[in-house]
């Protein structure tokens, strides 16, 4: 690993970084972002990790829901990211346009619903109900994701937020079908994940719960990411 002393990286942009065990000593970092999956934190001695997660639970309760292993909980978690997501769409609706806008060389709205059709497709589908179909063909994957047209997704195709949103809604009433008759016993066996190399092969071994973990702070995460954006577009057109 290459160490940094005396480097002058004012603006520097990290992305898709592994920092783990990353030491900074003696730096200055004034108006910083860091946004990831951050844990066991320490700035200036201080674990600020639980400062954060605690902060981010005041600002947005779903996530306490979101957490729990009571399918009640979860139930209601799952309606609330469905209702802030359909406020987020009426909200670009607004603005005819906007859901095909990027900035910071992140996804638009819709490529991030696109993704969430994935993420439906193969944590939810192929690892909780154990199907073996090919992916939805507007499904958009991460890079790291191999083969992907072999595994039913057409990186081609440009469908228009309606077309997005009606893959949505079926997908969500799919998923909260499931949560109405799974049990909190259920979640804790383990996921009947095909013995195939579809995505994600890293999910092998994992109970049910630890799936739907994934869809669900999926969701949440990549609602998070998608107000963001809207809120810097908006707010450069304003400018």
């Known amino acids: 690993m290459r160490r940094y002393v005396d480097e002058d990286l004012q603006g520097a942009e990290l992305r898709e970084c592994n920092l783990n065990r990353t030491r900074m000593i003696g730096v200055q970092m004034q108006g910083a972002v ?8 320490v700035v200036n001695g201080v674990e600020v990790t639980q400062y954060v997660e605690a902060e981010l639970d005041r600002r947005h309760p779903v996530r306490l829901l979101l957490r729990s292993d009571d399918v009640a909980d979860l139930r ?11 406020a987020t769409v009426a909200r ?3 603005s005819p346009g906007i859901e095909h806008e990027s900035v910071n060389d992140e996804w638009s709205a819709v490529q991030t619903l696109r993704h969430l059709v994935f993420v439906h497709d193969s944590w939810f589908r ?15 994957g991460i890079d790291s994701v191999p083969d992907r047209e072999e595994q039913g997704l057409d990186p ?19 998923l909260e079908r499931w949560l109405d008759s799974v049990t909190s016993e259920q ?11 579809m995505w994600p092969p890293y999910a ?11 869809v669900l702070g999926e969701e949440l995460q990549h609602h998070r990411f998608c107000v963001r954006d809207l809120d810097l577009i908006e707010g450069s057109a304003a400018g």
């Open 34 to 41: 860091i946004d990831g999956l951050v844990t066991d934190l």
């Open 76 to 86: 209601r978690g799952w309606q609330q990211l469905g209702t802030d997501w359909a």
């Open 92 to 94: 670009m609706r607004q």
């Open 126 to 140: 192929r690892c909780c109900l154990g199907s073996t179909d090919l992916f939805t063909p507007m499904g958009l």
């Open 156 to 174: 081609s195709v440009e469908p228009t937020l309606d077309e997005v949103l009606a893959v949505r809604d079926e997908q969500a009433a799919e």
């Open 187 to 197: 979640l804790r066996e383990p996921a009947p994940i095909p013995d195939n190399d």
């Open 204 to 214: 092998r071994g994992r109970s049910l719960r630890q799936c739907l973990g994934t």
